[in-house]
């Protein structure tokens, strides 16, 4: 029961593959960087956020334009509802009626604002994505941001944020025309099935490189959302 | 018994499943290799650095050995290379599995979508079958080469 294996064999075989993979790479359109450079998200300021906050309710105005789009694109969550105001019912009492007020407020006031008057009350676009935390995560999705999962399409049917729309970073190119319905003045938060992922931080990168200026990554992502009890939905009847 | 394991069927039978899964799951991974690299990062096993390179290589080593196992070329060799590679994903999606980490496996690039899990060692372990397999008895009768 001797193996009697040909290490000689074994590293020809190992050789030849190496050079297969370094000369398929050098040709190929896909071909990735031999080193991998590791791309450190800084964590976003609260005073970003709030100033991000005083730009998102705006935004909010086209939210549920965009959304409906979106729903339109996307054929296989057709019985979704994108509707921001109405999803604020379903917050957590003490924080969304405060939000409510505002934003309805702020939605009559933004609509008799002159357009050069609001462009001048808009921040400086972020120079990269940042990270948030579940606290932050939390005061953007009460102010009606949109909310993208970047996992698998099975995790997010089963399962998602409220509100959130899917963009599978994986199946990237099947649903990246979802994002010609998105302002890309908007912000957006990225979000995957938490710390053991980094799906949400690669999506974050390829939108900011996509033109979407204000993106946030919401690190603890879809466990942290979990266990603390805030809203989701699912697809699955 | 050893006469039984001999057959030059059941080689075949070996080879081909070894050779297909490994043939098609190194082309998968080679199609998306960004998609693959992520994957290997997700164990957070590896530096980040080495992350592209064995990205790159390691599908590569499926296909060519996938291939190779196909037509019972050096069988005994390339049955040895991918039932390492069997162990080493056993060893990852087991330290996975002990971490409680959720991820993708990128056993198959991203084709599959499938997560770590028993299931995921169970048909690692059962892989490994006619890896040894091959390895002892080599690659039969039909084969373009003689070991």
Redesign the interface.
């Known amino acids: 029961m001797k193996l009697n294996l040909n290490f000689k064999k074994i590293a020809g075989i190992l050789l030849v593959s190496i050079l297969l993979a370094f000369s398929y790479n050098y040709f190929s359109p896909k071909g990735i960087p031999l080193i991998a450079e590791e791309k450190k998200l800084s964590w976003a300021d609260d005073s970003l956020l709030f100033s991000e906050n005083n730009i998102v309710k705006k935004d909010t105005l086209h939210l549920a334009e965009n959304n409906k789009n979106i729903e339109e694109k996307t054929s296989e969550v057709p019985q979704r509802k994108y509707s921001v105001q109405n999803d604020f019912v379903e917050l957590p009492p003490d924080v969304y009626e405060d939000s409510i007020e505002e934003n309805s407020d702020k939605n009559v006031d933004e609509k008799n604002i002159p357009e050069n008057e609001k462009q001048n009350n808009v921040e400086p676009e972020s120079t990269e994505p940042k990270a948030i935390n579940l606290e932050q995560a939390v005061k953007l999705y009460e102010a009606g941001i949109l909310f993208i999962d970047a996992r698998e399409p099975e995790d997010y049917k089963n399962a998602h944020i409220k509100n959130s729309i899917n963009l599978p970073m994986d199946h990237f190119d099947e649903y990246k025309s979802i994002l010609d319905t998105l302002d890309k003045n908007q912000p957006i938060v990225t979000y995957c099935a938490g710390t053991d992922c980094d799906l949400s931080i690669v999506l974050g990168n390829v939108l900011f490189d996509s033109g979407f200026k204000r993106i946030f990554v919401f690190f603890g992502g879809w466990n942290e959302w979990v266990e603390a009890g805030l809203p989701t939905e699912s697809l699955v009847q | 018994m050893i006469k039984f394991f001999n057959n030059k069927y059941l080689l075949l039978i070996s080879r081909l499943i070894l050779g297909f899964i490994f043939l098609y799951a190194g082309m998968e991974k ?6 693959f ?2 994957s290997i ?2 164990y ?1 096993l590896l530096p ?2 080495a ?3 064995i ?3 390691l ?3 499926e ?3 996938g291939l ?1 196992l196909l037509f019972g070329i ?1 069988a ?3 049955a ?2 991918l039932s390492s590679l069997l162990v080493i994903f056993l060893i990852a999606i087991g330290i996975s599995l002990f971490r409680g ?4 496996c990128g056993c198959f690039g ?1 084709a599959s ?1 499938a997560k770590v899990g028993i299931l995921k060692l169970v048909e690692n372990i059962l892989l490994i079958i006619p890896g040894l397999h091959l ?2 008895f080599g690659s039969g009768d039909i084969t373009l080469s003689k070991d």
């Open positions: 080679i199609s998306d290799p960004e998609g690299a992520r990062n997700n957070k980040y650095s992350i592209n390179i990205a790159l290589i599908p590569w080593i296909v060519t050995a190779l050096a005994k060799e390339n040895f290379i980490l959720n991820i993708d991203t979508g390895m002892i």
